[in-house]
């Protein structure tokens, strides 16, 4: 079976844009963790969190994490906080996963996060500094939980020929 690749890294990285681009360059199947979770729930991401709360959302997640491991050679949009979670990682990577994580420097993302309104974590009094302290403590355990890091400063095509080029050049293809 192939290997399921698992793009990590926090909000606006461009997980899904990026992976959605490479699944189709590459034609692999793409799953983004969110959608599935909201097709599975009934219920936007925004509104889990309202009225379930953020842990029923985690479970969620735990739950999607486990259902993708069971399928194979598939490009996977994590959420910004799956891989924060280490029960998650080891599911992805007990399946065989591949987990990459998409850098982005905070300035980019500060600028990409600016009008969200969807991100139920950032509907904060003080989004920057919010984002600036979400930042600095995930980043180390995304660089924890990752097995490689792709440069994802740049646009989503040329990001996607990097996972394209990473992937051939570890015979993930
Ligand atoms: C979250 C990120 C979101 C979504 C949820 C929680 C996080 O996904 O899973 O709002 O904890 O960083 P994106 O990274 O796709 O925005």
Redesign the pocket.
Known sequence: MKRNIILC?????G??SVGKRTAKMIDRGFC???RF?EQKSGMR??EI?EKLG?PA?RKM?RDAAIEMGKRGGLII??????V?DPRNVDAFHEAGGVILLLDVPLAALQERLKG?K?????QTPNRRETINQ?FHQ?MPLYQAAADDVIPAGAPTVVVAERIRDYMQENSLL
């Open positions: 890294g926090f909000m606006g990285c997980k899904s983004d963790m969110d979770i991401v925004k969190f953020e959302f997640e949009a994590s959420g910004g906080g799956t924060l969200d969807r991100r139920p974590l950032l979400l995930r």
